[in-house]
Every structure is written in structure tokens, then in C-alpha cells.
């Protein structure tokens, strides 16, 4: 699975940003969990929103009542609109996607894919 970001930037505190993360090569079955995490310099990597195919969510308890993830399993897309935005949100997002990739070894194997990551910067 190929995935690609879009729609990061900087932006002044409070303000709103909106990521987009296109999957490709895998079809809505294979694409099990789609979601983001983000980076910042001298931190771990952290999970921020992740959604099921099925529609299930997950929201990190720092970012909830701001961020809000969605899904379209037709265009294999999902969506990070963030809210409210703090200069602690400043990060590389990444998109990852967990992949059904069954094998005669293992018929429930997952592969996670990232890609690039995208930089927002909220400045105060």
C-alpha cells in the first residue's frame, strides 16, 4: 500500500488545518486501519486518530474535542481535520495504514505502511 499526504502548513494558534492521506494499491477490504501519527524533534512518535474500515475511531485524549478523523472506503482516503490548533501540535504527521496481507504461513498477517509525513507548524 502507497500512501500519499496533503494539506499541511503553518498556521497561527487556534486556527485549523485539514490532512488528507490517499491509499493506493490495496483495496477497502485489504485496508484494515487507517490513521495518523505525528513526530515532534526530540519526542516519540505518538498515535493521534486512527479509524476501522468499519467506521470504529480512535482519537488520542490530547487532541480530543479538536481533531476529528473520517473515512471514505470507496476512495480509500482519510481525513484529519484539526481544530483549535496549539503550538504543541507542532509535528511531522504521518499517515499509516494496517494492511490484511495474508500468507499460507499466517493468514491474519498485517503490514503497516507509512508515508512521507507532512509538517504543520502552529505558531503563537
Known amino acids: 500500500v502507497q500512501l500519499a499526504e496533503s494539506g499541511g502548513g503553518t498556521v497561527q494558534a487556534g486556527g485549523s488545518l485539514r490532512l488528507s492521506c490517499i491509499a493506493s494499491?490495496?483495496?477497502?477490504?485489504?485496508?484494515?486501519?487507517l490513521g495518523w501519527y505525528r513526530e515532534a524533534p526530540g519526542k516519540q512518535r505518538e498515535l493521534v486518530a486512527s479509524?476501522?474500515?468499519?467506521?470504529?475511531?480512535n482519537v488520542a485524549d490530547s487532541v480530543k474535542g479538536r481533531f476529528t478523523i473520517s473515512r471514505d472506503n470507496r476512495k480509500n482516503t482519510v481525513v484529519l481535520q484539526m481544530n483549535s490548533l496549539e503550538p504543541e501540535d507542532t509535528s511531522v504527521y504521518y499517515c499509516?495504514?494496517?494492511?490484511?496481507?495474508?500468507?499460507?504461513?499466517?493468514?491474519?498477517?498485517?503490514?503497516?505502511?507509512w508515508g512521507q509525513g507532512t509538517q504543520v507548524t502552529v505558531s503563537s
Open positions: 499509516f495504514a494496517d494492511s490484511l496481507v495474508p500468507t499460507m504461513e499466517n493468514p491474519y498477517q498485517m503490514l503497516r505502511s
Open positions: 494499491g490495496g483495496s477497502a477490504f485489504s485496508i484494515d486501519v
Open positions: 479509524v476501522t474500515s468499519t467506521g470504529r475511531s
